[in-house]
């Protein structure tokens, strides 16, 4: 979000933006509305801007929404992304950016929802519309929804019962997606931590993943969460071990209980799987004292990067 330019003329402004290479409509035609517009008292005399646009936003937002409904898909693209650019200070667009998630190009849906991310936690009034996205037959809009609903973030606690529906889609990924967006939320998406449990046994790894992570951050003391992910570090697949032991050793202290189950992957097959097992002992500093003498045996591990970590979690648990 950078202002690229801000060119005066004869008490006239004119403003690009820097993103996808939208300083002008992607089909080179003149814009219908958007004109050069009178630049601020202030701003005359200045020359100066604050924040994204400064004291030029309130002009150039009006007239960069009223292209939202422009009959041409790819003005519509152009504006949005150029609202994305301004942030915050577009929140007045979210209306009508929230009706264009229902655009019938999905360029336009993706850009509308990507610049309600980049407006920010000022944009949750467009969470019904992003959520419904996360069943939108495009995956890049997909992406660009779950983005904005993170973005969003606890401000988007109204969706949590919709976003829990969609943990239940049959297809795998928009599964995975609904759990990132929960995670994201945070705390307020506590009524979700049943449904997210379930998903600690689905078939695929990648949402085994996604759901341990988000049960991290939905519980309002994430140590709350280690009884459900010290299970996933005995997971038939290594990735889903390995992402097990980083969120046991990024909760730290707090998950000490996990202590015994982590010593015990160090013995793992899979020498990533070890890695992040003695990482997480020595995230967790003098309480996993009792793991010493396992991962000091580690050192004398036939893998180099094993070993560097070994010696690493050394010095966490020893303090120096």
């Not at 690229?4 to 402004?13: F, R």
Request: aromatic share 2%; with cysteine; charged share 20%.
């Amino acid at each position: 979000m950078k202002l690229l330019t801000c060119i005066l003329a004869m008490g006239l402004v004119s403003i690009a933006f820097v993103g996808r290479d939208i300083g002008a409509p992607p089909d080179g035609s003149t814009l219908p509305s958007l004109q050069t517009v009178p630049l601020p008292p202030a701003a005359q005399s200045t020359g100066a801007v604050g924040g994204p646009l400064g004291s030029t936003a309130h002009v150039v937002v009006p007239e960069l929404t009223k292209l939202l409904t422009d009959p041409r898909w790819k003005i519509r693209l152009w504006a949005a992304d150029s609202l994305g650019n301004v942030g915050p200070e577009a929140k007045e667009a979210v209306p009508v950016l929230s009706y264009l998630t229902n655009d019938g190009e999905p360029a336009v849906r993706q850009s509308a929802a990507a610049a309600l991310g980049r407006i920010g936690p000022a944009a949750e009034k467009a969470a019904p519309a992003l959520v419904a996205l996360l069943r939108d037959q495009t995956g890049a809009v997909r992406n660009a929804a779950v983005a904005a609903l993170i973005q969003i973030g606890p401000a988007a606690k109204a969706v949590v019962v919709e976003a829990t529906a969609v943990l239940d889609d049959p297809r795998w990924d928009v599964r995975r997606q609904a759990a990132d967006v929960l995670g994201g939320i945070g705390t307020p998406a506590q009524d979700a931590i049943p449904a997210l449990t379930k998903l600690l046994t689905d078939g695929e790894p990648l949402v085994r993943i996604a759901a341990a992570t988000a049960l991290t951050r939905v519980f309002p003391k994430p140590d709350a969460a280690v009884p459900l992910v010290v299970p996933l570090l005995r997971d038939a697949h290594p990735g889903v071990r390995v992402a097990a032991a980083e969120l046991l050793g990024g909760i730290g202290p707090a998950a000490k209980q996990s202590i015994p189950a982590l010593t015990e992957t160090l013995g793992d097959c899979e020498y990533g799987v070890r890695i992040a097992a003695v990482r997480a002992l020595g995230h967790m500093g003098p309480v996993a004292n009792g793991a010493f003498p396992t991962i000091a045996a580690l050192l004398r591990d036939d893998s180099a990067d094993v070993r560097t970590e070994a010696l690493a979690a050394i010095g966490g648990i020893k303090g120096r």
